[in-house]
């Protein structure tokens, strides 16, 4: 069956594309990729038979042809991952999203026309109940008519040719009957109907079923993928220690590296001045006897300055002796000059009294 058939009464309501996955039918647990990549995945709703359908082709394959029902569940597996399971397929599809927006909107998709599928069954369903309502009315009614066309019957063998009230009455028991014949072809019809819909749900209900135990054996896989992933976290948070530990344990060495870098100059540093020290022990000695040369000139500096020290106090001694005699010679000199002065006067006195003399005379 051509998912899409030509001249098609069904029209795309929603489009999206994913990666499809189908369940391993031998296992009923591990994914078969149904596409190598991304493909389209499109809802079509037919308007004449009321129905809706997910389809996705993969060039001139069909992998999905998926007739949605009341019955069926999408389920989100993962924030990029979805799953529902198809009875009449007598599969499960999986679909991978490029990210969880995506899936939400497949989801929320997948709910609106589950609930449509709901809807139009209840229709569908109240048809069939009017519509078996009406033909057992029929059926209860269709006696009385026979009946009745009877008496008619036996009043137009009676009458001949009654007139136009007997040929309405015929009319209407031929219409009675043909809506009768109708009635019993509609009912046979829709006990039909009603079988395969019997049929169906029970192929529903075991798929059901299957789909229970199969997410009971998917929740023990998740289960048993979380307590791996708790233990990988476990592990990856070991490892992020180790690495942490690693990451100090290179900074100590980068530090431990300068630090010998720095004490490797300083070392260097230190037999530069090593190398100074031993330029300058080998000029010590010649150091040393220029400062005995220097001492011994020192000594003879300081036993001159001494012997210069002591002339100098003598010359002082002779200073200050020459000048008490100065200052004596002074004094007599002064003495000497005052008695000059009155010899000198007595003189003049003397002169003064011979020139006087010498007037008298």
């Known amino acids: 069956i051509s998912p899409v058939p030509p001249y098609s009464r069904e029209q795309p309501i929603f489009t999206t594309r994913a990666h499809v996955f189908q369940i391993d039918p031998s296992t009923k647990k591990n994914w078969v990729p149904a596409s190598k990549q991304a493909v389209t995945v499109s809802y079509f709703y037919d308007s004449t038979r009321n129905s809706y359908r997910i389809i996705s082709v993969d060039g001139a394959k069909v992998i999905i042809n998926s007739t949605i029902t009341p019955n069926m569940t999408f389920t ?73 066309s009877s008496v008619n019957g036996t009043d137009d063998e009676k009458a001949s040719h009654g007139g136009p009230a007997d040929a ?65 976290r476990n592990k990856i948070e070991e490892l992020e220690e180790q690495c942490n530990e690693i990451n100090k344990e290179r900074e100590r060495n980068a530090q431990l590296s300068r630090r010998l870098q720095e004490l490797e100059s300083e070392v260097q540093d230190k037999e530069l001045e090593l190398e100074d020290l031993r330029k300058q022990g080998e000029i010590i ?60 006067d007595e003189l003049h006195d003397f002169r003064q009294g011979l020139s006087k003399l010498g007037a008298d005379n």
Not at 104 to 121: C, G, H, N, Y
Not at 207 to 229: D, G, I, P, T
């Open 76 to 148: 989100k597996t993962s924030q990029k991952f979805g799953q529902w399971a198809d009875s009449r397929a007598n599969t499960v599809f999986g679909l991978g999203f490029s990210s969880e927006q995506h899936l939400t909107k497949f989801a929320e998709k997948f709910q609106e026309v589950k609930e449509a599928a709901q809807l139009a069954r209840d229709r569908s369903q109240e048809k069939i109940e009017t519509s078996s309502n009406h033909s057992q009315e029929s059926g209860r009614e269709t006696p009385s008519s026979t009946r009745a």
């Open 168 to 232: 309405h009455l015929k009319s209407e028991n031929d219409k009675l009957k043909i809506a009768l014949a109708q009635s019993s072809s509609n009912v046979k019809k829709w006990e039909t109907e009603l079988q395969t819909l019997r049929e169906s749900n029970a192929r529903l209900t075991s798929a059901l079923q299957e789909s229970a135990a199969s997410v009971e054996n998917w929740k023990k896989q998740f289960s048993e993928c979380k307590e791996e992933n708790d233990q990988l």
């Open 285 to 344: 000695p010649q150091l040393m006897s220029e400062c005995e040369s220097v001492s011994q000139k020192l000594q003879t500096a300081e036993r001159k300055n001494r012997e210069l020290e002591e002339k100098v106090r003598t010359l002082r001694t002779n200073v200050e002796e020459n000048k008490q005699r100065q200052n004596n010679l002074k004094t007599e000199l002064k003495n000497f000059l005052d008695v000059l002065d009155g010899k000198i």
